[in-house]
């Protein structure tokens, strides 16, 4: 399995942005699907982006596309999502997950076996 920790939470304004990054360490990163998935107070875990082994194909939320990029650079084992023009509906935390699977892969929890602790972001009005 690999080991995660997620970095760059804190509080932003409407409209501003932050850069998640998620460090990884184990042996399987490269061979990993990688994915973000956040979970409001009250609400389930919801995906929000993955990544393919190479970087080459990304999939997003709907209600993230066009705001936030998903990205990785498998020489430092880490795994950013860059987040722009945040509204307070993006308050939540933010999970980091690796799947073993194929791509592409289901948006579930279920098919990440790796997760994070998390990093909490809260988008003030």
């Known amino acids: 399995q690999v080991q995660l920790v997620e970095s760059g939470g804190g509080l932003v304004q409407a409209g501003g942005s932050l850069r998640l990054s998620c460090a990884a360490s184990?042996?399987?990163?490269?061979?990993?699907?990688m994915g973000w998935f956040r979970q409001a107070p009250g609400n389930e875990r919801d995906f929000v982006a993955a990544?393919?082994?190479?970087?080459?194909?990304?999939d997003y939320a709907d209600s993230v596309k066009d705001r936030f990029t998903i990205s990785r650079d498998n020489a430092k084992m880490t795994v950013y999502l860059q987040k722009n023009n945040l509204p307070p509906a993006d308050t939540a935390r933010y999970y980091c997950?690796?799947?073993?699977?194929?791509?592409?892969?289901?948006?579930?929890?279920?098919?990440?076996?790796?997760w994070g602790q998390g990093t909490q972001v809260t988008v003030s009005s």
């Open positions: 997950a690796a799947s073993a699977r194929n791509w592409p892969v289901s948006r579930t929890p279920v098919t990440f076996a790796s």
């Open positions: 184990g042996r399987t990163f490269r061979n990993s699907i």
């Open positions: 990544i393919g082994r190479s970087g080459m194909v990304a």
